[in-house]
């Protein structure tokens, strides 16, 4: 009876054993599959993060929709872009933001047809009402079963694309209309190059007093227009090859005034010229720094629409600078606007007259001519008068220093 006792108790031991075993194996068994779990969490929430980095830095605006085109996601680039904010826009159907629906019904169509629609081009309308072009590019999110559950949509900026483009353009007419004078110019030039020789010829053999007079007069005059005919020539003539040499900075700025005197003339500006006498000259290319000088006069007329004055000074520094000042009694410029005025495509100007490229080159072109160009301005407030003061400084010319690193702008 002890025998068999003890024999059931041994087989009781085995069999607790064996259940322990299995225990300490499915414990084992389920450890592991906790960790992997783990794992497989962790790697979804980095791919969640990652992807959701990825969308929050991205440049060009990022949306979805779901399949009745209702935003479900509007990335931070988009809110950007549109100057919405996520939770006012979100539910809000994609058609409604399009300037032309029967462009919303063709990106639909080619979406429906492809699976997807590329570099489509529109325009949409942002929160202030104002039209901004863009580039579309749309595709479907599939779910499990490979069935569509919403699209996703990339927008792109096309406004300095745009700008670039029209410059491009703006630029293409100014080359013809320079083309156009010089070839009028040229073509008046013979004319008045025979009249003036007559008149000079006959001049000496008139004994009428009164008739001397009246020649002299068409002289004087036709002499005027031989002026303005060589200076359309010297400012029209476009060379791929840039001529460096010494410069009186006094004879650079008194070519763009002569060029834009009738201009000052009838937008009622006061110019008032403080040139300093016996400058030392600067090197550099005349035609460069001449347009330099335009841009900044051409700014400061559109600064002053009902008139004013419009102060250049120029001056030696510690034999080693010129400097030239250009000082406008406009409507100046918000500490704002003020840091961005050099940036390429940056302006405050009405649509159409100007893309904000004037300044950029000029700050590029003084830059190349190893100079400074700096910018103070007060704006108006009030209904009171505001300025703007732009400072050129060029290195003076010293024999034997390195010329100045110029390159071709336009």
Known sequence: MKKKKGGLIAELQKKHEEILNSFNKLQETFAIQTIEKLRAQEELRFLQEYSHHIIESAGDGIVTCDTEYRLTSFSPAAQRLLFYRSQEILGNLLHEFFEKPEEFIELNERIIKDGYARNFETTLIDKNKKAVPVMLSFSYLEGPRKNPIGLVGVIRDLREIKNLQSQLVQSGKLAAIGQLAAGVAHEINNPLTIALSNIQFILPRVNSRETRKVLNIILKELMRCTDVTQGLLSFSRETSKRTIEALNINECIESVFFVLKYKLKISKIKLIKRFAKKLPRVMGDANQLQQVFLNLVLNAIDAMPKGGHLYIRTSAENKKF????????????????????????????????????????????????????????????????????????????VRGAARPNLKKRK
């Open 322 to 397: 010129v400097r030239a000042t250009v000082a406008d009694t406009g409507i100046g410029i918000s500490a704002e606007d003020l840091l961005h005025v050099f940036e390429p495509f940056y302006t405050t100007k009405e649509p159409g007259r100007g893309v904000g490229l004037g300044l950029s080159i000029s700050y590029g072109i003084i830059k190349d001519h190893a100079g400074e160009i700096q910018i103070k301005s007060q704006f108006a407030k009030n209904h009171k008068r505001g300025n703007t003061t732009f400072t050129i400084k060029l290195p003076v010319c």
